[in-house]
């Protein structure tokens, strides 16, 4: 490794996520960290269960949707580790959302890629833009950051919660 590789994130990815959120929400494109994820999401509705509507994007920021989800009780090379099973669908988005709700959203912790991948696709309907050009053009271009990578499932979600690339000087730019 040297200052010119980049080097794979893997879960800081969650908060440059984290951090666009708040970058959209302060331009103004999301209407605040109590709007539900089926108003956020308009091209999922039909597919969301009802009580999805009691999720707001806050609880998907703090990783607490209350939405059953495993992905730390097993190694991740498990075919049933949650997060394994998203990136092995046709479509990873749809894969979370429609998890059943197994405690209040907001009560309790639980681990999550598919939230920042939820996230992602948020924040990309928001701006109008792919994730990696909204983070370009928001955050990494003002700090000097010129070479990232962002790595994507066949779909074209992007891999929000761990396929991030930086450099270490762009890191600590970001930091």
């Keep these: 490794f040297d200052a010119s590789t980049l080097h794979d994130l893997r879960s800081v990815s969650k908060s440059v996520v984290g951090a666009l959120v708040g970058i959209a929400l302060g331009a103004g494109m999301l209407p605040g960290l109590d709007a539900s994820l089926p108003d956020l999401l308009p091209t999922y509705r039909d597919r969301l269960s009802p009580d ?75 701006s109008g833009t792919t994730l990696d050009r909204f983070a370009a053009d928001r955050r990494f271009c003002p700090l000097g950051i010129s070479a990232f990578e962002w790595m994507r499932h066949p779909s074209g979600t992007y891999i929000a919660a761990s396929g991030l690339r930086l450099r270490p000087r762009d890191m600590a730019r970001f930091g």
Excluded: C, K
């Design 52 to 126: 999805l509507q009691r999720i707001q994007l806050r609880h998907a920021l703090l990783m607490s949707a209350g939405l059953a989800w495993d992905e730390l009780s097993m190694p991740y090379w498990w075919a049933w580790n949650d997060e394994t099973e998203m990136w092995r669908t046709d479509h990873p988005v749809s894969f979370v959302l429609p998890r059943p709700v197994v405690a209040e959203p907001g009560s309790t912790f639980a681990y999550s890629g598919g939230l920042p991948t939820v996230l992602g696709a948020i924040v990309e309907q928001a």
